[in-house]
């Protein structure tokens, strides 16, 4: 008798051992996961379920950046239970938006101007007077 309460004991407290352990291992959060995608343009917009909130249709097709991603279910949901999901994009910016800094070269500029701003006199007087120090 004693030993089989012993060993129900042991087996009790191992039982409650891995189950702290468990408790204790952390996930990570939808942030570190979005942020770990490996794209540098990485994106998430929500995916509202079949029978969505009026929050999450508001925001249908906005993509966010990973730091900016937020949590489900939204705080303005109204559903008592949530099915939206976030949706991943290899890039957050809309197709149509391929900025490119190196085709903003210095004769784009200056035509979108119509003028090279270098070429105007200084606006400091003390540009526009002679070197007080020179020889």
Request: hydrophobic share 35%; aromatic share 4%.
């Amino acid at each position: 008798m004693f030993k089989t309460l012993m060993l129900l004991a042991v087996i009790a407290a191992v039982v409650a051992i891995v189950l702290t352990a468990r408790r204790k291992t952390s996930y990570p959060s939808h942030r570190q996961i979005a942020a770990n995608n490996g794209s540098q343009f990485h994106g998430v917009s929500i995916r509202p379920g079949l029978s969505s909130c009026h929050a999450a249709s508001a925001l249908t097709g906005k993509r966010f950046l990973p730091d900016a991603i937020p949590l489900l279910p939204l705080k303005d949901c109204s559903e008592p239970t949530c099915s939206c999901r976030f949706e991943h994009h290899r890039d957050r910016r809309d197709e149509d938006d391929r900025r490119d800094p190196l085709k903003r070269s210095l004769a784009a500029m200056v035509a979108e101007r119509g003028e090279n701003r270098r070429d105007q006199a200084e606006r400091r007087d003390s540009d526009n007077a002679e070197e007080p120090f020179s020889n």
